[in-house]
């Protein structure tokens, strides 16, 4: 049910990108260099946040693994209560808020509370850490389809589990978001799904960031190779052809 609130202010969802401050958005620049109130994620780089206008009021609402600063529902209602006193309260969130970064639930939530909310898009990192270790999700002699998929599903969703043989076998390149952890499973799924043990792939760690690392394997071996280097999250996965052009055009990335 709407609630009836009178606010003085708005509440912006804005992308952060992947972590290169180079490739926040000029209106998200902005946004931060005038905000009252910014409310940031745990992925958000140094430089991001040193974007932010030193009079506003920061707030650590970041969530990594097992490790929350704020309850989701705390952190929609902190909004809430910000967005009746200040005229420009920044939701920052890493990458883009509507790919796996809760904005939509986090929008709908403001909205139905009567508040003025608004998403500026950020660069996600499932396009920007492939590109940044020279991997192209699309190539026309590799690929022509890319699926987006969490690695990581929270309890209670509307399904019980993805369909990784569909995913398996509709799709030429796959890019697993939040999957280190449940990498073991993700691959037993896609050897179930008939992938070969030799299928590409790439992890890719912090990327667009100056510590960005990269880890290539196949399916049947990824899993040693991450024992073996302690390789840890947080890391996007690229499964596919596409991850063979990286000895190619890794070379010529953008240096950060």
């Excluded at 958005?25 to 902005?30: A, E, I, N, Q, Y």
């Excluded at 608004?118 to 699926?147: D, F, N």
């Excluded at 996965?237 to 596409?242: L, Q, S």
Aim: hydrophobic share 40%.
């Amino acid at each position: 049910m709407q609630q009836s609130l009178s606010m003085q202010g708005k509440v912006y969802l804005v992308g952060a990108g992947p972590g290169d401050p180079g490739l926040m958005t000029l209106k998200g620049k902005t946004l931060l260099e005038c905000a009252n109130v910014v409310l940031y994620d745990a992925l958000v780089s140094p430089q991001i946040l040193a974007m932010i206008n030193p009079a506003a009021e920061q707030i650590n609402a970041g969530k990594r693994s097992g490790r929350h600063s704020l309850l989701q529902t705390e952190t929609t209602q902190l909004l809430i209560e910000k967005a009746q006193t200040h005229s420009v309260v920044v939701r920052l969130k890493g990458g883009d808020p509507f790919v796996f970064g809760r904005g939509g639930e986090e929008m709908e939530d403001l909205v139905n509370a009567g508040v003025s909310v608004e998403v500026i898009p950020g660069i996600t990192s499932g396009i920007a850490a492939p590109a940044y270790a020279g991997i192209p999700l699309t190539h026309r002699h590799y690929s022509s389809s890319v699926t987006f998929v969490t690695g990581h599903e929270s309890a209670g969703k509307y399904r019980p589990a993805i369909h990784w043989k569909a995913i398996a076998q509709a799709s030429e390149t796959i890019v697993i978001y939040m999957g280190i952890h449940n990498l073991p499973y993700i691959t037993e799924q896609l050897f179930a799904a008939d992938l070969s043990p030799e299928t590409p792939i790439a992890l890719v760690r912090w990327g667009t960031r100056p510590e960005q690392e990269e880890l290539i394997g196949t399916l049947g071996n990824i899993l040693q190779k991450i024992e073996e280097v302690g390789f840890e999250a947080p890391a996007i996965a690229v499964i596919g052809n596409v991850v063979n052009l990286h000895s190619v055009l890794s070379d010529s990335r953008p240096r950060v």
